[in-house]
């Protein structure tokens, strides 16, 4: 399985755009990349998805490079409550599921 | 109003004992999963289901054991030959699974304790 490399933390203010960066080098040709947001004793929320070029919604945009060896999380003007782990994924279909495989995430600390 | 649930959302068991966790969904989703997250680290996948009575063993399934009777129900049952059973549990369903675009929608989690 592909495994993904992310920085363990990163700071900023509010109003700023934060890019978390993250590397999936041996991603396979039918792997897509998944972000999902976790706060304090809660479950995971999904954030985007991408297969390549970019992505964008109403929270975030995904910027996946042509060899897919990576992708860039972008989060537009960050608030105190964007403060969270931030993870990014390669999922895997495995037979009747998707594999999720977990890093240890990027620690997300919005200041004023 | 449609999610996934699960209880207890804390739960402390005396070392040796089996118990439940339960994790229901109104999503009408096919597949299920269930992770296990330990502190500052990542999810690992326990088990997951894609339809009714079918499971698959995920990447830790050593002492823990599920059913999927119903399409909106998988509970975990953590076994006393689970090792190290104090962590918090997560219960997650997509649509239906085996498809990459597929989105897992997770419930609020289950903290347990083994004292």
């Known amino acids: 399985l592909a495994k993904t490399t992310q920085p363990i933390s990163m700071d900023s203010y509010e109003g700023q755009e934060v890019n978390i960066t993250c590397s999936h080098n041996n991603i396979a040709t039918n792997d897509y990349i998944t972000w999902y947001q976790q706060f304090p004793s809660q479950g995971p929320r999904f954030i985007i998805q991408?297969?390549?070029t970019k992505v964008t919604n109403e929270v975030a945009s995904l910027f996946i490079p042509a060899d897919r060896k990576s992708s860039t999380l972008s989060l537009p003007r960050v608030s105190l409550s964007d403060t969270a782990v931030y993870y990014c994924?390669?999922?895997?279909?495995?037979?009747?599921?998707?594999?999720?495989?977990f890093g240890t995430g990027t620690q997300l600390k919005v200041e004023l | 109003d449609g999610g996934i649930t699960q209880s207890p959302k804390y739960l402390f068991r005396k070392e040796g004992q089996n118990v439940t966790l339960s994790c229901e969904q109104n999503?009408?989703?096919?597949?299920m999963y269930w992770y296990r997250q330990d502190p500052g680290q990542g999810l690992r996948l326990i088990y997951y289901?894609?339809?009714?009575?079918?499971?698959q063993k995920g990447d830790i399934a050593e002492g823990y054991s599920v059913s999927r009777e119903k399409k909106e129900s998988f509970p975990l049952t953590v076994t006393s030959a689970q090792k190290n059973p104090t962590a918090f549990y997560l219960c997650?369903?997509?649509?239906?699974?085996?498809?990459?675009?597929?989105?897992?929608?997770f419930g609020p989690g289950t903290r347990l304790t083994v004292l």
């Open positions: 994924l390669v999922a895997r279909v495995i037979g009747g599921g998707n594999k999720l495989t």
């Open positions: 991408g297969y390549k």
């Open positions: 997650a369903s997509s649509i239906q699974g085996g498809v990459g675009t597929d989105t897992q929608y």
């Open positions: 289901s894609q339809i009714v009575n079918d499971f």
């Open positions: 999503l009408n989703h096919d597949a």
